[in-house]
């Protein structure tokens, strides 16, 4: 019943700013930390950023002072606000959350579908 839609990616050039949000939506107890990650043509999944619900940060060194992560917890949401968009940016981003259902008294990682950044030079 728990599900994770992501929103808001494009094509920028380099330079350029895009926020992304993902909405967790169903039967829900708690949210843990989100996170996102991305994957890049020919490359493994790496992780961005994540954020606990009490909002500790986590950043990779490759984002840290262009990326903000946060979220809205009465809105079950994680943004993620990328400014001075790099070529290297561009990937499927991915969101990503620790989720306690409501009927399972026990945390399971969701993912969304992934949302395309493109970055040109």
């Known amino acids: 019943q728990v599900q994770l839609v992501e929103s808001g990616g494009d094509l920028v050039q380099a330079g350029g700013s895009l926020r992304l949000s993902c909405a967790a939506s169903?039967?829900?107890?708690?949210?843990?930390?989100m996170g996102w990650y991305r994957q890049a043509p020919g490359k493994q999944r790496e992780l961005v950023a994540d954020i606990t619900r009490g909002g500790s940060q986590n950043y990779a060194e490759s984002v840290k002072g262009r990326f903000t992560i946060s979220r809205d917890n009465a809105k079950n949401t994680v943004y993620l606000q990328m400014n001075s968009l790099k070529p290297e940016d561009t990937a499927v981003y991915y969101c990503?959350?620790?989720?306690?259902?409501?009927?399972?008294?026990?945390?399971?990682?969701?993912w969304g579908q992934g949302t395309q950044v493109t970055v040109s030079s």
């Open positions: 990503n959350a620790a989720i306690v259902p409501r009927v399972v008294a026990a945390a399971r990682a969701y």
């Open positions: 169903g039967s829900i107890f708690s949210i843990n930390v």
